[in-house]
């Protein structure tokens, strides 16, 4: 048996025998509804796990009046009291290159509880899946980091990088807690974001902002509607403009990290609101979504060409001549991100795959933003996305997990941060 | 001259020289910006009118308790104190036929202000055009009834049946007002009510109902919104669905009453909600609207129709046969109208016409529901609409009526009762 294999079997070894504890982890950690502005009892989960680690601890609420004045502040809020980011530290002997490990806590609501088979944050298993809001986005994630470093610190090696874990806030809002960490100085030579990917590395990952469009009609009594312009009918054309700009951009989109991607920055419309009464032709509709940026775009180019496609609608119905909408960016915005594909991480990170799953890895770019485009264009952090999650489940109802990923990934991820970091002494405790 | 010819020049005489008092009237009614819930400020200025003129009064507050068993009612209140219906009577000599003239006090909500280029309810006249919420639709309606009594009693013309003159809250939410004069016991031999009609005379008013309409969708992470079903791409189906029913129920009118008219019983949907977060695939939409009812149908038929119509959805798209969207009617409903076009009154009313304006009146249906429905359907009192409001102005910004129109058919309204009602004595006072 050659050396990584037998390091692999170890740390499998002791994943095995500990998970039971990694699963209870991972319920408490969805059982604490980790909503935005309700992080702080999951916050408390993971503190309570790195202190019993050892780990070098700093718990901050992030400071909104000063984070505001970045020009990456993207929070619709201001205060962040009571909703702390934690950071663990596991310091390393020296010379090697460090890594942060980056996990949000804050989970998206869970809709219409209706669509839910069991309550939302039940945490409930059912053949080896694990139930509830948040437990794929992300987690499950956060659970394979903490589980990659504890099978590390079992196995008594003694990395050379220090490795940095953050479990940040607001990810689901625009990255505050992620920005905060920057901001706060935290650096490293690479990360690792265990988002959901379905286990599929992304050395790319989408970018995506909010925008907001009011769309104009003219009222009347409902009796005589011809009379009058209805702003939902005019929405229908905005929003039917807006389906022809997504396929304008993708068909753009060549990167062979899209392939298998239906559509690889898509345009989003999430929320409708118009008119105010039964009886009369409603006069104005607002419309929120999201924009998908390109790893090769700016934020700025993309909001650029969404706003001249709107100016343009003219072009569709007179109407828009005399009343055009008008276009709002607001809340939340997640920068795109870019790690060459030859990278030294996703060279380890697609080894150690290999090494645990016997099988090539997908290499892909992701469909979503992450906090990865803040870390590698703000933190100058070059950043992989890489999770146990199910992507086709973030968001969604019964969203839920295959509790066995999360072992797998933390299994890779922890040969991959002995590969990164480097070992100053490899004795492996064969009793785990 | 003819006696028909001299009696019209007293009463036009009487309403030329109470112009200024009449438009002071009229503008004060507006000032009182009496939307639903606060009719009682116009209706203290229609007490104290009719308190001048000599009428017996019948003032009280619609007791909700009461209505709510009726199966007309038709209201999302119950309570109605502090929102009096106010009725006046000019008691007839005896022998003749009576008749109630009805109009209502409330108005709808002025919409966007920023769409009116003046104050909403400043009563302001410019060109011989009052502005205001309410103007047409119908306060000076009101007063070109309470003009028409004033004119006959000037002019010491005793009439030999009852007018009743109605001014009633609610009718823009149902017709609470006008269902509580009913159950008061409040008949006639015939009935009209001046809402906007642009001077045409409506023998025949289109009903209407409201619908709610939930449109379910599949959430997702908007990244990936190729994985969900957005409710609001659902929902553009189900307006494009019902606007094809109403093409259908469109293409059945052949009543030539109806045929300058685009859409006689139109299906407007004035309200849409749904999703919740920009970057989700949004899972629920729902959507408010009214459909017309012909006067050759009952509202069940109708109701019947667009649920069938709902529930053939699946259809035009596979996604509504597993998730169909569901109907709920709630809030106002207006029965449809309709008297003979041979009646007496309809026959009066247009020699009058001729005789004031010189020229043949306009003889439709109306575009939209009125009291007129109530009153023939449920108080069994054949009712006309017939008003000087202008039609395309009633529920818009800039709302106006042309102050000549007042007075015109304060005119015909006169020449008609005294037609309807009979005269006991003719002593025209020829001073006014």
Redesign the interface.
Known sequence: MKDQDQLKDSISNWLQEHRTEGTKLLQRLVQAQSTQGNEAGAQTIVIETLTKMGLVLDVWDPDGKELQTHPDFASSKVHFDGSPNVVGILKGTGDGRSIILNGHIDV??A??SG?WEDDPYSGKIVDGKMYGRGVT?MKGGNVSLLLAIQAIQALSISLKGDVIFESVIEE?SGGTGTLASIVRGYKADAAIIPEPTNMKIFPKQ?G?M??RIYIKG???????????I?A??K??MV?NHLSDLEKIRNSRITDPLYKSI??PI?I??????????????????KL???I?VSPNETMDEAKRELEQWIENIGEVDEWFVSAPPTVEWF??RWHPGSIKTDHELVASLTENYQLVLREEPIVEA????TDGGLLTNVGKVPTIVFGPGV??K????NEYIELDNVFLTAEIIALTLIDWCGVGNVSINKKG
């Open positions: 998206v609501p809709g219409d669509q986005d689901e989408q995506s909010w925008f003219r009222s009347a009594h409902g009796g005589t509607r011809y009379e009058g209805s939902i009918e929405s229908m929003i239906p559509i898509p989003n419309i999430g929320k409708i609101e118009g008119g105010d009464w039964p009886s009369s032709v409603p006069d104005l509709v929120e979504g999201r998908g809340g939340a992701s469909p979503w933003g992507t086709e973030a968001h969604f109802p």
